[in-house]
């Protein structure tokens, strides 16, 4: 028996998220006293696995793969999970993981238990926590199937180093076919995306109009920030759908989340919560957001934000 | 064209959050219950390709007789038809399993819901479904065009979106984009008169056992206050999160 993890790669690079999804699984590796096995498909350096836990690795690679289809990338983990004799199998909630869980789910005959954030409270039974209503509680799981698939939430666990020397083993899936063809990609190059961000920077309507987003992408480039906007913001157009946080728009759990202007209606507030230190910049002292916020300014963004950005700057060229 | 829009009944978003004494279950006093508004955009979209397109609409819920309020909104805002499975959910796999019990049994070529629902967030059911079914699937689906029994669907990726081309049946995921918030549907006097009249059946579920267990609910720990910082301090800001949070 073992515990799987599927370790995601972005040209052939392992994002933040994989890692966490290595970390979490060692911990439960640990827990059950089982060998960690990590997943990864067209990485180009397996190998910066084993230091965050696994036991083993299993390389993947194929030119079909470049790129991601959920049926045939859960075909691979399940078959993966299958030769490994997985017991429990762990994947991040990156859009391709959360794109591809429920299908594993059906394939492996899983319990499948979403949002995770914490290590097993018990394994006899099987018991993890997850969040549940947008951010608002949490939900103490009992998986009881015998294989378990747990999709971790992001920037829930954390990224943790436990050097191991892990095997490597090259592995051939069969890749099944797919009637759902990709077509076009469109992905906006040199910007930091949302889900991908430490630090999200995030305009309301009290920056006033779409001239002033100045403030808001030279801050969030001091920062290596994401940009990102309020609904009212991209209803009216100031800035494009893509940038709406909150629900219905993208989720955020970001290290750091700053809101310039925005007020904190609960629709934002549910959706920008799962940050770990939240800012907020903005002239009412009454406005929702400071009691959702961790440190907060009352002033005028106007005033406040190029002095930030200013000071900021002095800071990075001091602790680079 | 048939289209099944799988609606789900949770709390408003602004609804308090309280659990039963032993903190089992959630406590649905007082609560005011609304179509999930990630299903609210693909209920729209069916409507747009039912008013251009000549598509069929049957909504559906997993649920006790409590979801026919949201089932009858539906019908208001111009679904033609509902279905309701008279079970009480356990978890994304049981609705699921329901849902692809009866759609089996139904001719349909596309099925539309929200990518997730507000209350467990699990969004699972949409990419179940589609397994369950051996149909086609599209997750976080942000435009949706049908012409000739293919389907042309935008899907959001992280950093961007990718568009993907399959001929129906198709499961579909959406959320805000399949279409804008402004074109969402709010029921009109007559719309709720007709509603009265369509047929909404109930389907006895099957029988399930469930491979979860949501055994006790528990609330975030309280929220110390926020540190307000003077406005001519930004320099005290910085040190904060550079010292004491430890982000930058």
């Given amino acids: 028996m073992s515990v799987v993890v599927y370790a995601e790669t972005s040209e052939g690079n392992f994002k933040n998220t994989a890692l966490e999804a290595v970390s979490y699984g060692k911990k439960v590796a640990e827990q059950m006293d089982l060998p960690l096995i990590a997943l990864t498909v067209n990485a180009t350096n397996p190998a910066e696995l084993s230091r965050y836990g696994a036991d083993k690795i299993v390389k993947i690679n194929h030119v079909d793969l470049n790129s991601f289809n959920a049926k045939i990338f859960a075909g691979i983990v399940h078959q993966v999970a299958e030769r490994e004799n997985a ?7 990156s859009s391709n993981g959360l794109y591809l869980a429920p299908i594993l ?40 199937s015998d294989i378990k698939l747990i999709g971790l939430a992001k920037n829930s666990f954390g990224v943790f180093e436990n050097p191991t020397t892990a095997n490597e083993e090259d592995f051939s899936p069969e890749i099944c076919s797919s009637e759902l063809r990709s077509t076009a990609i469109n992905k906006a190059s040199g910007n930091v995306s949302i889900a991908d961000a430490d630090v999200v920077v995030s305009g309301g309507r009290g920056l006033k109009g779409p001239e002033n987003w100045g403030l808001i992408e030279e801050l969030a480039a001091v920062l290596g920030a994401a940009t990102a906007c309020s609904k009212p913001v991209s209803d009216m157009g100031w800035r494009p759908h893509g940038e709406h946080v909150g629900q219905t728009g993208k989720p955020v759990a970001s290290n750091l989340y700053i809101a310039i202007g925005i007020s904190g209606a609960i629709q934002h507030l549910a959706g920008v919560n799962a940050s770990k230190v939240k800012v907020v910049i903005n002239t009412d002292p009454e406005a929702p957001f400071f009691k959702a916020a961790d ?19 002095d800071f990075k060229a001091q602790n680079s | 064209m048939k289209v099944f829009v799988c609606i789900s009944h949770v709390p408003d978003t602004t609804s308090k959050i309280n659990f039963t004494e032993n903190a089992s279950e959630f406590d649905k006093t007082g609560v005011q219950f609304v179509i999930n508004p990630y299903d609210e955009f693909a209920l729209a979209r069916a409507m747009w390709l039912k008013e251009k397109q000549g598509a069929s609409i049957t909504v559906i819920s997993v649920g006790d007789a409590s979801v026919e309020s949201s089932l009858r909104k539906s019908l208001a805002i111009g679904a033609d038809d509902a279905i309701r499975i008279d079970a009480d959910p356990t978890d994304g796999l049981f609705v699921a399993q329901q849902l692809a019990a009866v759609l089996k049994e139904h001719a349909c070529d596309l099925i539309l819901t929200g990518r997730e629902s507000i209350d467990y967030n699990g969004a699972m059911v949409p990419g179940m479904l589609a397994t369950l079914l051996d149909w086609n699937f599209v997750n976080a689906c942000v435009g949706l065009e049908i012409e000739n029994q293919t389907a042309t669907a935008l899907k959001e990726i992280d950093g961007g979106t990718e568009t993907l081309s399959a001929t129906l049946p198709l499961v579909v995921a959406g959320q805000k984009g399949m279409v804008e918030e402004k074109d969402l549907r709010i029921p009109n006097m007559r719309g709720i008169m007709m509603a009265r009249k369509k047929p909404l059946t109930v389907l006895a579920p099957i029988a399930i056992e469930s ?7 528990e609330k975030p720990a309280a929220k110390s206050a926020c540190k307000l910082v003077d406005a001519s301090d930004v320099d005290g800001l910085i040190a904060l999160l550079h010292k004491e949070a430890k982000v930058i």
């Fill in chain 2, 211 to 217: 491979s979860t267990h949501a055994n006790r609910f």
């Fill in chain 1, 87 to 93: 017991t429990v199998v762990v994947v991040d909630s």
């Fill in chain 1, 105 to 144: 789910a059906i394939k492996l005959s899983a319990g499948y238990a979403s949002n995770v954030v914490a290590a097993p409270s018990s394994i006899h039974p099987f018991v993890i926590k997850r969040k549940a209503f947008s951010n608002k509680a949490f939900n103490h799981t009992e998986i009881k």
């Fill in chain 1, 295 to 313: 440190y907060g300014i009352v002033g005028d963004a106007f005033e406040v934000v190029p002095k930030l950005i200013e000071k900021l700057r």
